[in-house]
């Protein structure tokens, strides 16, 4: 089971990564290297947040498990995802997936473990 909770961890620290290369797109040329930059910024901030909380609480998986099902619920109406799935359906499979798969174990880790120590 820790193994399949640092594949986790590793697999949000993946999207993380994921979404930061994403934002590289902000460099295409046709603003000033000003309006790139904070344009960058602002793309890559998500992902600088997700991998800011992971290491924060690396320690701390009850927390974190309850952080990505948060975030998973919260980018599910961000991105709109109720309205047209046939669309969105491999930046669904891409961003919700990992998050709530690795929250869900993260809880399920957690709390199978406190039940063991008792």
Do not use: Q
């Not at 980018?75 to 961003?95: A, G, M, N």
């Amino acid at each position: 089971m820790k193994i399949a909770v640092k594949i986790c961890k590793y697999l949000i620290l993946l999207l993380g990564a994921f979404i930061i290369l994403m934002s590289f797109d902000s460099f295409d040329g046709t603003d000033t290297f000003g309006g790139m930059l904070l344009e960058f910024i602002m793309n890559s901030l998500p992902g600088l947040i997700l991998i800011g909380i992971l290491i924060l609480l690396w320690k701390k998986e009850l927390i974190l498990g309850f952080l990505m099902i948060a975030a998973a619920i919260g980018l599910f109406f961000l991105f709109k995802f109720y309205r047209d799935t046939s669309e969105k359906w491999l930046t669904i499979i891409t961003v919700e997936v990992p998050l709530l798969v690795s929250g869900g174990l993260f809880l399920y880790y957690k709390l199978k473990h406190k039940k063991l120590t008792e």
